[in-house]
């Protein structure tokens, strides 16, 4: 996988060598995973946490665990806690939108004053699909069938080259620690739904249907 990854960062996200990248690091299989991969292709890297406060003690369990790890390795962290729930309510908005937006715009103020050269987020082969299958099933333009994008602006994805199940093994298997957030397995939000019940029934009809997915978005 280190392979892949490292090929990924050079090809798809434009490293040149020499930056440094911070990495939004929610505690996760994904971001840990991406975490392991930075410090083992040796790439200069910090650890960004949101604490995010919408799942009490489960919320404050993610972020330990990430000051342990960054701890652990001497890496740089940077970690901020939000009301999320109350900025919403003032907001009228939903908790998923204002937590995007806080969140990017924190790592964008911590790249800039910390002088980091690129954030990346562990988004992978099924966010991509997800997000297709989702922005299609609400109506959309052509733009809204292009997936995630490996790099945007600062912002880079290194992890889109690989499914989540393929990220999942090789972090049991080297020992990778991580903490799974159960509100992925409620229904109540509509990517929850079409991830635990509209995908494993397309891939009934497509065992590789994340690839297939990703390779309709870039042909898009």
Known sequence: MLEAFNKFLFEKCGLRGGERVLLAVSGGVDSMAMAHLFRMAGIAHG?????????????????ELVREYAGMHHISLH???????????????SVQV?????????????????GYDLIATAHHMDDTAETVLYNLSKGC??????????????IIRPMLFSTKAE?????????????????????YYARNKIRLLAIPALREINPQWERAMVANAQRF
């Open 47 to 63: 650890i960004a946490h949101c604490n995010f406060q919408l799942r009490g003690e489960a919320s404050d369990k993610d972020e």
């Open 98 to 114: 204002i937590a995007r937006r806080l969140r990017y715009e924190w790592l964008e103020k911590i790249r800039r004053e910390e």
């Open 141 to 154: 333009g052509i733009r809204g069938l292009h997936g995630i994008a490996e790099r945007r602006g600062h």
């Open 167 to 187: 990220i999942e093994q090789p972090a049991a298997s080297q020992g990778i620690a991580w903490r799974d957030d159960a509100s992925n397995t409620e229904t």
């Open 79 to 93: 970690c901020v806690a939000f009301p999320t729930q109350s900025i919403a309510e003032q907001e009228k908005e």
